[in-house]
């Protein structure tokens, strides 16, 4: 996370940046193996995600 707070008049501007995985690498969150009624299966976990956001308090 990244971010910045300024006083703008009567306003109060703050910016922020949410990076998750930041560097994109693969990983599992789950694994099951093989048994006698389901197949192998994972799930991977999420890439790399940018989320942003501007708040104004006044």
Known sequence: MAGYSRQLGDAKV?????????????????????????????DFGTPRTFMGSINIQY
């Open 14 to 42: 703050s910016v922020q940046l949410n990076v998750a995985n930041l560097l994109d690498k693969r990983y599992f969150t789950s694994f099951a193996g093989l048994n006698d009624f389901q197949g192998a299966w994972a």
